[in-house]
């Protein structure tokens, strides 16, 4: 098993932040990949959905309060981007390339994920299989992120465990430093 601990950093503001720490966990076990995320914080400041009765895959999770995780076989130049809304709803794209050929991933029919709520801190888990996308012995890189919308008109903030360019772009492929 290969198991690593996490904690992103919000990409530089204009403005100052609220006072938010993003840590988490990111495990592999053949081909099950487990990965846990905790905001911890003032939560009145996010603006974080109610969880829905029927989680479903949506598309443009990203525009909202948003966990993400990326995916890529090591020396290949395709990928895999996770979104995971803490209301619920999910999606899986994969792309041949940076930012290239983009269609949703149809291995996923479902992304059944938790989501726990506490007064200061937002708990979000997922275990997957990946083995309809991966080899249990391929070597991946894995990216870590979060999109981070805040209330009142606040604007969006972008975390990632590194920002290696200018503006925030979650998918170069030098941001995906972790290895499993």
């Known amino acids: 098993m290969n198991s690593q601990r996490f904690s992103l950093e919000p990409f530089p503001p204009a403005c100052p932040l ?3 720490k993003i840590t988490g966990h990111l495990a592999r076990c053949a081909g099950t990949l487990s990965i846990s995320y905790e905001l911890q914080g003032n939560l009145a400041e996010v603006a974080i959905y109610t969880i829905a009765e029927a989680p479903a895959r949506k598309h443009g999770l990203w525009e909202e309060t948003c966990f993400e995780f990326f995916l890529a076989v090591k ?27 983009m269609r949703e991933e149809t291995a996923f029919t479902s992304l059944p ?15 997957v299989d990946v083995e309809s996308i991966v080899r249990a012995d391929q070597t991946l890189e894995a990216g870590i992120t979060a999109v981070i919308k805040l209330r009142d008109g606040g604007g969006a903030t972008y975390w990632a465990l590194t920002h290696p360019g200018s503006i925030p772009d979650f998918h170069r492929r030098d941001g995906f430093i972790m290895e499993l």
């Open 18 to 20: 609220p006072s938010l």
């Open 75 to 101: 020396d290949a130049p395709g990928y895999w981007e996770f979104n995971l809304s803490p209301g619920g709803h999910w999606n899986v794209y994969g792309f041949q390339a940076y930012r290239q050929g």
């Open 113 to 127: 994920f938790r989501v726990q709520r506490r007064p200061d801190s937002l708990l979000l888990s997922l275990e």
